[in-house]
Each structure stands twice: as structure tokens, then as C-alpha cells.
């Protein structure tokens, strides 16, 4: 009886369980069957209400306010500031005298150079004027056999030559006679005297002539020294050059403006020893922007690109810019480093008087724009499994709002918002911003609507 009991008992808890199964289900099918009926809770998203507009794809960088035309007005001389005739703020012109230096001293300087150097030159072209007619007469007599020494030295030889041979056709007649007996032995001593004399006379002669050769030539080559001597002398200008110098130096006394622009230091004190920068002269027509550009951007960084800047004395106000300049290699300081940069200079299109050298500068390159398209949030574009793209339409019946699949073409992006086209959309379509866990069907409820 015990057993059996027990075995009673246990089916009938088995029965009770199984019941009360049924019946929750029973009750969650009629709870969600009533709920359909009443209409779902509505999922409370947001949208974006479509409207043509313009889309870019831009990076932003910052930088110092320069100006592309800038330089430094200075001295080497050591003297003192005469007269100042330029501020700071002052617009000048090209050749505007901004200051004039003491050159009383110099001015001295300058005469005494200038006589010196007249005297030295006058006296250096006289010389080789001297020179060069001594050394081409020289060369003139020598080449065609007229010069007065050889003439005389070789006639000499000439005539002792002759006398020579008559001497010896003399001797040789008499040393015949002498042998056959017709001339005594002091007559022949006699002619023989004679011959020697005439010998002797013939030696000195060709000595004479190769000592006069000898000497025509060295006279020649001095004459050519001389010459040379002189032209070195007169090509010397190195007492010009000095003089030069002085010149310009009294030249340079007078600080002039070396382009059209706007005086933005002043150095030169009155009184003072002027020495180094004493002006600085930029041309405030002509601003730019120095900036760098990380390694990840500069490929879509080139020259024309257009840039919107703004800074903080300007408020809002956009103005235009564009890329003049992109370096060639990175920024030396950052290579080899993980955060490669690139020098980039930004040329400012726009005039603003407000704008001021030195200021900070904020600036969007504008690297891709696009007007006249519909735009919306990055995450509202959604992909089949097909790569096809749509979006989630929030369309109104009687009910509400329900989403609706809207196929679509995806065009220009940035890293927040995406542009889409496309057979059904218009202006005032409202696009679910964030469709994650919605479908199509799915019941909407708009912001305004939730108040």
C-alpha cells in the first residue's frame, strides 16, 4: 500500500505541472496576441529630415599667421644713428628712406680715397702705355733684323771675314814665294803678323756679334717684363676696389625700404651706434600659414586645395585660403618617429584687415565637396547581404510611424556623415540617424513626438 501510494502520488504532481504549463503558455499567447492587437510600444528613434546640401571631407590643422614677403633691414657699419624717419605700423614704398647714419668721418674718408686712387691709376696707365711701345719697337727691330747693335756687330763680322780671307790668300801667295826662294823669311814673318792681327780681329768680331745677340735678347724679354710688370699693375684695382667700398659704405648710410610693405620693428635709436637688423619691413598683403600635416593626410594634401581659416580675432568669419606649398620630404625633427609630419604652407586668398601677423590660425583642408546631394549620418546606411545598400525611411499611416526599406546609392563620405542618392528620395524624407536592432516594419516613434 505504501508503494503503491507513492507511485499515485508522484504522477499526479507530473499532471499538475504539465497543466500549469499549458496554461502560462496559454496566457502569453493571449497577453501577446492582445498586444499586437493594441499595437506594439513604439521603438523612439532619431531621424534625419532630407534636405539638399553641401558635403566636405576636410582635416584640420593649425599654425602662425606670417607673411610670405618678409625682411630684415640692417647694417655692417658702425655708425651713429643719425636720423630715425620710420615707426612701427608705417606703410612704405620700395626706396622710402626709413633712416640715415653719421658718415661725416666716412665722407673724409671717401675724398682722400678717391685722389689716391686717381693719382695711382693716371700713373699705372702712363706706365704701361711706356712699357708696351718699348717692348713691341723692341720686338718690331728685333723680328726684322734692324736693331742697331746686331747690325753693327754682324757687319763687323762681315768686314773682318773679308779681311780675313784676304789675309790668308796674302800668306799662302807669300809663303810660296818664300819657299821658292823669292821672299826672305822676315817678309813672310811679316804677312804671317798680318794674319794673325786679321784672325784676332775676326774673333772679336764673332765674340761681339754673340754678346750683342745674347744681350738684344735679354733686352727684348725685360722689355716684355716690363710690359707685363705694367699691365699687372694697371689691372690691379684692388685701390678701386677699396674705394668701391667707401663708396657704397657712404651709400649704405642711407637705410632705405627694400619692398613695398608695412614696418613692423624698429631698431634704430637716434644717437646710437647702428650696427645689425634695425628694421623689419613684411608685406601685409601677402600672409601665409606655416603648418604640418600628418603623414596619414599629406597624400591628399596638394597644391590649389582650398582652406577655410579662422582665428580668434576673426570670430566665425571663414576666410579663404589655399594650399601653396607641400614639402617634398618630412619635417627632419619627426623623422624616423611615429608621428611623421610634413611642412605645408597655407596662402591666404582673402583680405581681412583684422588679420595680424603672429596670430594662431585654425584651418580646414578642404580635401572633397560636394553641393546639391542628400546627406546623412555615417551608421544610417545599412548593406544586404549582396553589398546593396538602403536606408530605413520613417513613413506615417494611420497608426504611426513604420520604417521602410529605401534602396539607395552611397557617394562622398567623411568619417560622421555619407552622401546618398536615388529613385524616392526627396526633400523632407525622414531617415532613421541610427537603425541598429530596426528593421523594415519596425514601429517608430519620432523625437517631437515623445513629449
Do not use: W
Request: hydrophobic share 35%.
Amino acid at each position: 500500500m505504501k508503494v503503491g501510494s507513492s507511485k499515485f502520488s508522484k504522477k499526479k504532481i507530473i499532471a499538475v505541472v504539465l497543466i500549469v504549463a499549458v496554461v502560462a503558455a496559454l496566457l502569453y499567447s493571449c497577453s501577446r496576441a492582445s498586444t499586437l492587437k493594441r499595437g506594439a510600444a513604439a521603438a523612439t528613434t532619431s531621424v534625419t529630415t532630407l534636405k539638399k546640401t553641401s558635403l566636405q571631407d576636410s582635416i584640420s590643422i593649425s599654425g602662425t599667421i606670417q607673411s610670405k614677403t618678409s625682411e630684415n633691414v640692417y647694417t655692417t657699419l658702425n655708425n651713429p644713428v643719425k636720423q630715425v624717419n620710420a615707426k612701427v605700423g608705417d606703410i612704405v614704398k620700395v626706396g622710402d628712406v626709413l633712416a640715415t647714419l653719421d658718415t661725416s668721418t666716412l665722407e673724409k674718408d671717401v675724398q682722400g680715397a678717391e685722389y689716391s686712387t686717381k693719382s695711382a691709376e693716371e700713373s699705372a696707365s702712363l706706365n704701361l702705355q711706356k712699357a708696351k711701345s718699348d717692348y713691341e719697337n723692341a720686338l718690331y727691330l728685333y723680328n726684322n733684323h734692324l736693331n742697331s747693335e746686331l747690325v753693327n756687330a754682324q757687319a763687323a763680322v762681315t768686314s773682318t771675314q773679308q779681311d780675313l780671307n784676304t789675309q790668308k790668300s796674302s800668306y799662302d801667295y807669300n809663303q810660296y814665294l818664300y819657299d821658292s826662294g823669292e821672299l826672305s823669311k822676315m817678309a813672310l814673318d811679316q804677312e804671317k803678323a798680318k794674319l794673325t792681327s786679321a784672325q784676332n780681329a775676326y774673333d772679336k768680331a764673332v765674340t761681339t756679334l754673340t754678346y750683342t745677340q745674347n744681350k738684344v735678347s735679354q733686352d727684348l724679354k725685360n722689355a716684355k717684363n716690363n710690359y707685363d710688370v705694367a699691365q699687372t699693375k694697371y689691372d690691379d684695382k684692388s685701390q678701386r676696389t677699396t674705394l668701391e667700398k667707401q663708396q657704397q659704405n657712404l651709400k649704405n648710410s642711407i637705410i632705405t625700404a627694400p619692398f613695398g610693405g608695412t614696418v613692423t620693428v624698429v631698431n634704430a635709436v637716434v644717437g646710437a651706434t647702428a650696427n645689425g637688423v634695425l628694421f623689419t619691413v613684411e608685406d601685409m598683403n601677402n600672409l601665409i600659414v606655416n603648418t604640418e600635416v600628418k603623414e596619414y593626410d599629406v597624400a591628399q594634401v596638394t597644391v590649389g586645395k582650398k582652406v577655410v581659416i579662422k582665428t580668434d580675432a576673426t570670430g566665425e568669419t571663414e576666410i579663404a585660403g589655399e594650399v601653396s606649398r607641400v614639402a617634398p620630404a618630412a619635417t627632419e625633427s619627426t623623422q624616423g618617429t611615429s608621428s611623421v609630419t610634413f611642412a605645408v604652407e597655407i596662402k591666404i586668398t582673402d583680405h581681412n584687415p583684422n588679420l595680424r601677423i603672429g596670430m594662431k590660425a585654425r584651418m580646414n583642408i578642404i580635401l572633397e565637396e560636394k553641393s546639391d546631394i542628400y546627406v546623412v549620418p555615417y551608421d544610417a546606411v545599412l548593406h544586404k547581404a549582396d553589398g546593396s545598400a538602403y536606408v530605413l525611411a520613417a513613413v506615417k499611416d494611420a497608426n504611426g510611424y513604420k520604417a521602410k526599406e529605401q534602396p539607395v546609392k552611397t557617394g562622398m563620405e567623411t568619417d560622421i556623415s555619407i552622401e546618398i542618392s536615388g529613385t524616392g528620395l526627396s526633400d523632407g524624407m525622414h531617415v532613421v540617424s541610427t537603425p541598429e536592432n530596426l528593421s523594415a516594419g519596425s514601429v517608430l516613434k519620432l523625437p517631437e513626438e515623445t513629449a
